[in-house]
């Protein structure tokens, strides 16, 4: 069902949408025939799958929701179960998890996506990955980076999440030249280094991709997290790809880092407001996207609820396709506080940029007037009233409302921030 076409990144915008349209046709005909779930769509709309031809002709399909995945989920798996070769799950961060079944093919073209966005971040066969990412737990992103570092033709070592000692231990060993992280993980290898006499500034590692954490703002520039991290390792560059479970496919940005360019062989991306209508370039849409080759689980028109800004227009890389800014905030996880519009994302680069907090946790839940309420609560060593009162006042200068502040341990932050059977590390709790 898959067959690549990566010249395709590089073609005109009318020649991208040609191809795009031909690769719809498929997917439309393939889900509407296998998938009981879009099977029903066409029955209950009266819309021939025959008739939406054109990406124009995919605005007249109702929207697939997360809530439509969550409670049926088993409807949207179109192959027997011996066809399924690898079970996922995403990560429940927005409610229960749901279960992506992959086919041989599709697992195929999830090695052939990462090949493809590290081609996009500069790799190459000479290079060696060092993973710092799960490839258990069910997730899906760590097993796409190994097939993806290993189709690109790179050495790989598995090393995992976590474990600064290990870590260091095995870039000394190995001396690979890229690493796949958290970007916050990589103030803890520095630290680690500091504190243990490592000269990170002369490692091997020359560039970090990275992932789940925003390390450039809307207008490209560096969030204070990015900031920190380029201050202390100014030799190696910082590229960001965002993903997620149900698109099997990637953004990432190239060496001249002006968003994440999608792979346009591989997935029909649309930006949308509350009304489910196209925003501008530039203006902040919900990332909507529809598969494309896709066996196992393919969908059609699935709002993945996260905010972003998008571009398009020739990048200096030669590429034509359409790229994705750094995500604003998720749609299910909007703070309106004291008459202020707030996604998490910018509460985390305040707090990111404020001396003297080791760690954190933003908890959200309705007060008694039934509104939005926000309490930020920090790991500090300095707990005084002063520090609350600083918190608060750089908050009121960046956003015109403070949140409360309570101090606890760095240790039992750190406890809520990674729960046993959690994926990613927690910084937001939604009590609401």
Not at 159 to 170: E, F
Not at 218 to 247: C, F, H, N
């Amino acid at each position: 069902m898959f067959t690549p076409h990566p010249e395709i990144q590089y073609a005109s915008a009318a020649e991208i949408k040609t191809f795009q349209e031909e690769r719809l046709r498929e997917a439309i005909s393939y889900a509407a025939a296998k998938s009981p779930f879009y099977k029903e769509m066409f029955a209950k709309t009266g819309i021939a799958p025959e008739s939406i031809r054109t990406i124009e002709d995919l605005r007249r399909l109702p929207l697939t929701t997360k809530q439509d995945l969550q409670s049926r989920n088993a409807d949207f798996i179109c192959v027997g179960q011996r066809e399924i070769a690898d079970y996922v799950t995403t990560s429940g961060t927005l409610g229960d998890p749901v279960t992506i079944a992959l086919t041989q093919s599709d697992i195929e073209r999830l090695a052939y996506n990462e090949e493809l966005s590290f081609g996009v971040a500069g790799c190459s066969e000479e290079d060696i990955m060092q993973l710092m990412v799960t490839l258990d737990r069910r997730f899906m992103a760590g097993f796409a980076y190994y097939l993806g570092a290993r189709a690109k033709g790179m050495g790989v070592c598995r090393v995992g999440n976590g474990i600064p000692q290990l870590q260091w231990d095995t870039i000394g060993r190995i001396r690979p030249t890229v690493g796949m992280c958290v970007p916050s993980f990589l103030m803890k290898l520095i630290d680690h280094a500091e504190q243990n006499g490592i000269d990170h500034h002369t490692s091997s590692i020359k560039k970090f991709i990275c992932i789940g954490e925003a390390l450039r703002t809307p207008d490209g520039q560096y969030t204070k997290l990015g900031q920190q991290i380029a201050a202390r390792w100014p030799e190696v560059s910082l590229y960001t790809t965002y993903a997620s479970t149900e698109m099997q496919s990637s953004f990432t940005e190239c060496e001249h880092f002006c968003g994440g360019h999608s792979q346009p062989e591989l997935i029909i991306v649309e930006f949308l407001d509350d009304a489910g209508q196209p925003v501008g370039e530039g203006e902040v849409g919900e990332v909507t996207i529809t598969t494309l080759g896709i066996e196992g689980t393919p969908l059609i028109r699935f709002r993945t609820g996260d905010m972003v800004n998008h571009y398009t227009g020739k990048c200096a890389c030669g590429r034509q396709t359409t790229r994705l800014g750094s995500v604003v905030g998720r749609k299910g996880q909007m703070i309106k506080f004291k008459g202020t519009t707030l996604y998490p994302p910018a509460i985390f680069d305040i707090l990111d940029g404020i001396g003297g907090i080791v760690n954190y946790v933003v908890e959200v839940y309705t007060n008694d007037l039934g509104t939005d309420e926000v309490k930020v609560r920090v790991g500090s060593q300095d707990t005084s009233d002063a520090f609350a009162k600083r918190i608060k006042d750089i908050f009121r200068a960046k956003v015109r409302v403070a949140p409360s502040v309570s101090f606890e341990s760095p240790d039992y932050i750190n406890k809520i921030m990674f729960p046993p059977m959690s994926r990613k590390a927690v910084k937001f709790i939604d009590l609401r």
